[in-house]
């Protein structure tokens, strides 16, 4: 039988298996724009929990979803273990046959313990390539390479790790959407209401863990604002409330520190512009935060999440200390006072800014969608030589 190009003449057919965190989406999301991009994209299906944010990632990136039941295997002593392993086989049950309905080419995993069902459930049914965006190699992914025929890594540091759990280790990068690198920042000032006249920071904690950033950026709030314009986003009122906390302290700022500050519980379609304005971020290190920063050149102040599993932040934040381009902090360390003294050096030393700007442009790989998107067209290929008539 003739091979056939399948990069050059022929989209495909693929499921997605990835949640539980926008983490283990984003990277979906950017392949499949990649695709579409391509003219690759065929007929798409995502798998995932009832409840995750995949479902929505899934409707926004108008791919039809497929609910089933999901568990998560913890490291720890945990009563959650007994149920939520119950749901496992039920999950790759209610997977395959999704999968066997659908008929995919391929299976792309992006991780997170919703991930593991369909994964499992693919064998035989088609080939996996499944991704890790962390720095080091996590539960999910540990047990989703016992069943892909590629496992995808973030960073050139850890390929020895995953090489040990597997034969075919490539290093992709991790995918971010291009539309990050669109924003602009006259624009980006306007929607914040700020001048050109004072430096602006972008605050950002994610969701349930953002509290311990957030209390400590109310501490030092005036002092802060005399030197910069605070662009907040402090994480949906369902993880937390400290938007409509520091939104009283904002009301009692004098009226010249008020206009300098914007709040906001999570950022969406504006990001771009916000990106472009910022001067330098403030933020946990998630695999994806750090992709964007490297991505659109930002320098950083990055706090690692304490009790991530395997101290998966403080690892990816590594990544960008050791290029230059960010000051890591861990959390015991980032007292209100210093993190006031660590934004106001660097806001003054406009030179190692832009040092620590072309520090993360080097640590970017902004062909990470296509360099995931080609491992998928290799996986079939590589399945159509073993087993032609399929």
Do not use: C
Not at 34 to 54: F, K, Y
Not at 242 to 252: K, V
Not at 321 to 332: F, I, K, M, S
């Amino acid at each position: 039988m003739e091979k056939v190009d399948r990069k050059k003449n022929h989209s495909i057919r693929i499921a997605i298996a990835g949640g539980g965190t926008g983490g283990h989406v984003l990277p979906a999301v950017a392949v499949v724009e990649e695709l579409r991009r391509r003219g690759q994209l065929g007929e798409a299906i995502w798998i995932g929990s009832r409840d995750g944010v995949e479902r929505e990632a899934a409707a926004n990136a108008l791919i039809p979803f497929v609910a089933i039941p999901t568990g998560k295997l913890r490291r720890y002593l945990s009563l959650h273990n007994v149920t939520d392993a119950a749901r496992i086989p039920v999950g790759i049950a209610a997977a395959r046959q999704a999968l066997r309905k659908f008929r995919p080419d391929v299976v792309l995993s992006t991780g997170g313990f919703v991930s593991v069902p369909t994964v499992i459930a693919a064998r035989g049914v088609a080939p996996v390539v499944t991704h890790e965006q962390t720095a080091t190699v996590g539960l999910a992914t540990r047990i989703n390479a016992r069943f892909a025929n590629v496992l995808a890594v973030s960073f050139d540091r850890t390929k020895d790790e995953a090489s040990r759990i597997h034969p075919k280790v490539v290093v992709t990068g991790n995918p971010v959407r291009p539309g990050l690198r669109d924003g602009d920042r006259s624009r980006g000032l306007s929607f914040l209401g700020f001048s050109r006249s004072l430096p602006v920071v972008y605050v950002t904690g994610g969701a349930r863990g953002a509290t311990p950033i957030n209390e400590r950026i109310a501490d030092i709030l005036p002092a802060l604002l005399r030197h910069a314009q605070i662009v907040h986003q402090t994480g949906p009122a369902s993880a937390n409330r400290d938007a409509a906390t520091l939104a009283e302290r904002q009301a009692n700022l004098p009226d010249e520190l008020r206009s300098r500050y914007r709040i906001f519980e999570f950022v969406r379609e504006d990001l771009p512009d916000v990106y472009a304005a910022a001067d330098l971020v403030v933020s946990r290190a998630g695999a994806g935060t750090i992709a964007e920063l490297a991505f659109i050149n930002l320098p950083a102040i990055l706090i690692p999440l304490p009790g991530a599993g395997g101290d998966e932040q403080t690892r990816n934040a590594r990544v960008l200390e050791e290029a230059g381009a960010a000051v890591v902090l861990p959390q015991h360390e980032a007292t209100p006072e210093r993190l006031l003294a660590e934004i106001v050096a660097l806001l003054s030393d406009r030179l190692r800014l832009d040092g620590m700007a072309n520090a993360a442009a080097i640590v970017a790989r902004p062909d990470a969608a296509a360099q995931l998107a080609d491992q998928l067209f290799w996986v079939i290929e590589e399945q159509h030589r073993i087993n032609p008539r399929q």
